[in-house]
């Protein structure tokens, strides 16, 4: 079992940004692809980013085109979500979810939850207006 820890979280007025990390400690990501979701409350858990373990190939929602941007560190074995001109309804606990194998050398990554295996606790995004 692949353990994930978010961090980054908090509270920010409208038009700011975050950070978001995602990393497990004592092991590399590299062979994962990884996805970023959130969750509001009352809300669907939604797909945000993804990107791939081979090629680096990434996928946003529409919602957060342009504004969000998805990386990763491997030599840092970290991968980051730089939020940027977030908006009230970005609020949300947001989730890194990992799977080894839906890139396949492919270049692959997917926005659906039930596509990924290994899942973080989560951390908290408050943006204020």
């Known amino acids: 079992q692949l353990r994930l820890v978010e961090s980054g979280g908090g509270l920010v007025q409208s038009g700011g940004s975050l950070r978001l990390s995602c990393a497990a400690p004592?092991?590399?990501?590299?062979?994962?692809?990884i996805a970023w979701f959130r969750q509001a409350p009352g809300k669907e858990r939604e797909g945000v980013s993804c990107?791939?373990?081979?090629?680096?190939?990434?996928d946003y929602t529409d919602s957060v085109k342009g504004r969000f941007t998805i990386s990763r560190d491997d030599a840092r074995k970290t991968v980051y979500l730089e939020m940027n001109s977030l908006k009230p309804e970005d609020t949300a606990v947001y989730y890194c979810?990992?799977?080894?194998?839906?890139?396949?050398?492919?270049?692959?990554?997917?926005?659906?939850?039930?596509?990924?295996?290994?899942w973080g606790q989560g951390t908290q995004v408050t943006v204020s207006s």
């Open positions: 979810a990992a799977d080894s194998s839906l890139d396949n050398g492919l270049g692959y990554c997917d926005l659906k939850d039930y596509r990924y295996e290994h």
């Open positions: 004592g092991k590399t990501l590299n062979f994962y692809a």
């Open positions: 990107i791939s373990s081979s090629r680096g190939n990434t």
